[in-house]
Protein backbone atom coordinates (compact mmCIF):
# COMPACT_ATOMS: atom_id res chain seq x y z
CA UNK A 1 0.00 0.00 0.00
CA UNK A 2 1.20 3.47 -0.98
CA UNK A 3 0.23 6.73 1.10
CA UNK A 4 0.43 10.08 -0.32
CA UNK A 5 -0.04 13.17 1.22
CA UNK A 6 -1.05 16.58 -0.63
CA UNK A 7 -0.21 19.67 0.92
CA UNK A 8 -1.41 22.45 -0.10
CA UNK A 9 0.58 26.09 0.31
CA UNK A 10 -0.09 29.32 -0.62
CA UNK A 11 2.44 31.26 -1.62
CA UNK A 12 2.54 34.51 -3.19
CA UNK A 13 -1.33 34.30 -4.15
CA UNK A 14 -0.50 30.66 -5.81
CA UNK A 15 -1.89 27.62 -4.75
CA UNK A 16 1.23 24.74 -4.93
CA UNK A 17 0.62 21.13 -4.30
CA UNK A 18 3.52 18.99 -3.08
CA UNK A 19 3.32 15.71 -3.28
CA UNK A 20 5.08 13.80 -0.43
CA UNK A 21 5.32 9.78 -0.97
CA UNK A 22 5.09 7.37 2.34
CA UNK A 23 8.93 6.99 3.89
CA UNK A 24 8.67 3.20 3.86
CA UNK A 25 8.93 3.51 0.16
CA UNK A 26 11.83 5.94 -0.03
CA UNK A 27 13.85 3.63 2.31
CA UNK A 28 12.66 0.08 0.33
CA UNK A 29 14.25 1.98 -2.91
CA UNK A 30 17.23 2.98 -0.58
CA UNK A 31 17.91 -0.35 0.16
CA UNK A 32 17.14 -1.68 -3.16
CA UNK A 33 19.95 0.89 -4.24
CA UNK A 34 22.62 -0.36 -1.64
CA UNK A 35 22.33 -3.89 -2.44
CA UNK A 36 23.05 -2.68 -6.13
CA UNK A 37 26.08 -0.75 -5.08
CA UNK A 38 27.22 -3.71 -2.88
CA UNK A 39 27.05 -6.48 -5.67
CA UNK A 40 29.25 -4.24 -8.22
CA UNK A 41 31.51 -3.32 -5.41
CA UNK A 42 32.24 -6.94 -4.57
CA UNK A 43 32.29 -7.65 -8.49
CA UNK A 44 34.96 -5.31 -8.89
CA UNK A 45 36.99 -6.23 -6.11
CA UNK A 46 36.65 -9.66 -7.30
CA UNK A 47 37.86 -8.77 -10.85
CA UNK A 48 40.70 -6.77 -9.19
CA UNK A 49 39.28 -3.24 -11.15
CA UNK A 50 40.13 -0.01 -9.67
CA UNK A 51 37.60 2.64 -9.44
CA UNK A 52 39.69 4.54 -12.21
CA UNK A 53 39.16 1.16 -14.30
CA UNK A 54 35.72 0.92 -14.13
CA UNK A 55 35.16 4.93 -15.06
CA UNK A 56 37.23 5.19 -17.37
CA UNK A 57 37.33 1.28 -19.41
CA UNK A 58 33.72 0.02 -18.76
CA UNK A 59 31.68 3.79 -18.38
CA UNK A 60 34.03 5.86 -20.76
CA UNK A 61 34.23 8.56 -18.42
CA UNK A 62 37.72 10.98 -18.05
CA UNK A 63 37.53 11.15 -14.30
CA UNK A 64 36.55 8.82 -11.59
CA UNK A 65 34.82 11.48 -9.75
CA UNK A 66 31.12 10.09 -10.79
CA UNK A 67 31.83 6.53 -10.47
CA UNK A 68 33.33 7.03 -7.24
CA UNK A 69 30.53 9.13 -5.62
CA UNK A 70 28.19 6.62 -7.38
CA UNK A 71 29.75 3.28 -5.91
CA UNK A 72 29.99 4.75 -2.28
CA UNK A 73 26.43 6.74 -2.38
CA UNK A 74 27.94 9.96 -1.81
CA UNK A 75 26.97 13.49 -3.36
CA UNK A 76 23.46 11.98 -4.73
CA UNK A 77 25.36 10.19 -7.31
CA UNK A 78 23.36 7.37 -8.16
CA UNK A 79 24.09 4.35 -11.35
CA UNK A 80 21.71 4.37 -13.46
CA UNK A 81 20.45 1.90 -16.02
CA UNK A 82 22.86 2.70 -19.43
CA UNK A 83 25.73 2.79 -16.58
CA UNK A 84 24.70 -0.58 -15.31
CA UNK A 85 24.44 -2.38 -18.98
CA UNK A 86 28.32 -1.08 -19.46
CA UNK A 87 28.96 -2.60 -16.27
CA UNK A 88 27.44 -5.78 -17.03
CA UNK A 89 29.30 -5.76 -20.42
CA UNK A 90 32.46 -5.15 -18.91
CA UNK A 91 32.22 -7.70 -16.59
CA UNK A 92 30.65 -10.39 -18.81
CA UNK A 93 27.77 -10.90 -16.81
CA UNK A 94 24.13 -10.88 -16.93
CA UNK A 95 22.70 -7.66 -15.51
CA UNK A 96 20.25 -9.60 -13.68
CA UNK A 97 22.92 -10.34 -11.66
CA UNK A 98 23.16 -6.96 -10.04
CA UNK A 99 19.42 -7.25 -9.04
CA UNK A 100 19.14 -10.61 -7.46
CA UNK A 101 18.86 -11.20 -3.70
CA UNK A 102 21.77 -12.60 -1.65
CA UNK A 103 21.49 -16.59 -1.00
Known sequence: MRLLICLSIINAGKVIIMDYFDTQLENSFNQFSESIRKKIR???IEEEK?????A?????????????SAE???NGK????????F????FDCDIRDF?????
Open 78 to 85: HLNLKHLF
Open 99 to 103: FTEDQ
Open 72 to 74: NLT
Open 87 to 90: LSKY
Open 50 to 54: TVEDI
Open 56 to 68: FDALGHNSSSFYS
Open 42 to 44: QKR
